[in-house]
């Protein structure tokens, strides 16, 4: 069972009330510290809350909190745009609280595009919106330890951080501006993306595959996490 407290991110009052940080109860700030940001239309914590767990059993010294922001449809509300600017709020307040502290960032389907987004710039002058510059800054950025995706809609292929081997792009695909942003998180990011699956590769129609990430891989990216960690 996860146990609440409140969270020490600085955010507007509305974020700040419902932001809630999920802790071991020791220290404040734990050795690692996870950010997850849910898929459309799921609640905290969504899929994600099972690798967490894993990933909590495996570094007692962990702890974790939800991204806040609505998950509804991306095309036809703010919900991205504001996950991508609650998710940075959230992350530069713990890093300036937690200095020391490891940082690492899930997100699957919608919430995957937006912590992808914050590390690599927004937008596509399109259904996403106006393209906008990355969120996190360097000096954040340096506190973040890994990313992981699964079944992120802004999926590219041929990275060297790609597990899987889809060859379509996703549903949004990136900029070159947004995949080289990206590419400075290349040795501390894996993305996720299943064969068939619809949301990260356009050629595919699986809506099975989209939803099975974390029977089949969570085992393998908590490891990986975990090993993350070590260094």
Not at 64 to 89: K, M, R, V, W
Not at 118 to 145: C, H, K
Request: hydrophobic share 40%; charged share 15%.
């Amino acid at each position: 069972m996860f146990k609440n407290i409140v969270t020490a991110a600085l955010l507007s009052s509305a974020l700040a009330s419902a932001s809630t940080a999920h802790t071991n109860g020791k220290a404040p700030c734990a050795k690692v510290h996870m950010m997850l940001a849910r898929g459309t239309t799921e609640s905290y914590p969504g899929l994600l809350g099972s690798l967490t767990d894993l990933v909590i059993d495996a570094i007692p010294d962990s702890d974790y909190e939800n991204i806040i922001y609505p998950a509804t449809q991306e095309g036809s509300t703010p919900s991205y745009e504001e996950g991508i600017y609650n998710g940075t709020a959230q992350l530069k307040a713990y890093v300036k609280a937690c200095p020391e502290t490891k940082v690492v960032l899930f997100g699957y389907s919608q919430g995957a595009m937006v912590v992808s987004d914050m590390l690599a710039g927004g937008g596509d002058n399109g259904t996403l919106g106006n393209i906008t510059a990355p969120a996190v800054d360097p000096e954040t950025g340096s506190q973040i330890a890994a990313v992981l995706l699964y079944g992120d809609p802004r999926h590219m292929p041929n990275q060297t951080y790609n597990v899987g081997d889809v060859t379509a792009t996703g549903k949004y695909p990136r900029t070159p501006e947004q995949l080289a942003a990206l590419s400075m998180y290349a040795d501390r990011l894996h993305d996720y993306c299943d064969d068939k699956d619809g949301v990260c590769d356009a050629a595919g129609t699986n809506l099975s595959a989209h939803l099975a990430y974390a029977t089949i891989w969570d085992k393998v990216a908590a490891t990986w996490v975990e090993s993350m960690m070590q260094k």
